[in-house]
């Protein structure tokens, strides 16, 4: 069936060090994909996209990257900061039906 | 901060209740989804409302029902509430009865008792 899943339930990193968090898809028709960031008791935040078109985007200390000969997509933060800590959720658009697919997320946890 | 709003915050209901929670789109955007998101999950899609019509549904019943106003605010209504109902319910606007950029609002998170 169709989902969003994650490789890891939780992460945890050192203050400046880069992280890494990984999300795998399972529907090849999906052309479009979007990683959110929430905190506790708040709605998703948008962070960044990338359409199937395309494997690299790069934003403000964030990168996604996109292997669809894999089904893989990742969320690499740089230079992690306390203010990072939440649980991000990899979200895939499937091409021709009106809804984003969620996975469970992952909870990334900043050690000082 | 997004301009996605949502009222109330929190709800507490009593099951077999009805309840009503409404959303206000960003500004520019003329389409509204609705999720449901129970505590530790992924939020799961209920509908999404485009031109005022049901552009799209998740696997809710039909207790769950929707409308999006001229304006493009949009409302989510809930019959004979159940306990499984309790969780945060998510509006997020974008454009063109598409995902693409799709913001969310604070959430309203239900409780039935």
């Known amino acids: 069936g169709e989902s969003v899943g994650l490789h890891l339930p939780t992460l945890s990193v050192q203050e400046g060090d880069n992280s890494i968090i990984n999300c795998a898809y399972s529907?090849?028709?999906?052309?479009?994909f979007i990683w959110y960031k929430q905190e506790s008791g708040k709605g998703p935040q948008f962070i960044i996209d990338?359409?199937?078109?395309?494997d690299k985007r790069q934003g403000q200390r964030v990168t996604v990257l996109l292997n669809k000969t894999v089904k893989h997509l990742s969320l690499q933060i740089a230079a992690t900061q306390p203010g990072d800590s939440a649980v991000y959720f990899c979200?895939?658009?499937?091409?021709?039906?009106?809804?984003?697919?969620f996975g469970q997320g992952t909870r990334l946890t900043i050690n000082p | 901060e997004t301009g996605v709003t949502q009222s109330p915050t929190h709800l507490i209901k009593t099951r077999g209740q009805q309840v009503t929670l409404r959303c206000s789109s960003q500004?520019?955007?003329?389409?509204v989804s609705w999720y449901q998101q129970a505590l530790g999950q992924g939020p799961q899609f209920i509908f999404q409302?485009?031109?005022?019509?049901?552009?799209g549904r998740g696997n809710f019943p039909p207790r769950f029902s929707g409308l999006q106003f001229p304006n493009y605010s949009s409302e989510l209504n809930v019959n004979a509430l159940e306990l499984d109902d309790s969780a945060l319910y998510l509006c997020?606007?974008?454009?063109?009865?598409?995902?693409?950029?799709?913001?969310f609002g604070p959430g309203t998170r239900l409780t039935v008792t």
């Open positions: 997020a606007s974008s454009f063109g009865g598409t995902n693409y950029e799709q913001y």
């Open positions: 529907n090849s028709a999906s052309d479009y």
């Open positions: 990338i359409r199937s078109n395309m």
């Open positions: 979200a895939e658009n499937i091409q021709g039906a009106q809804k984003l697919v």
């Open positions: 500004s520019g955007h003329n389409t």
């Open positions: 409302y485009y031109r005022e019509e049901e552009n």
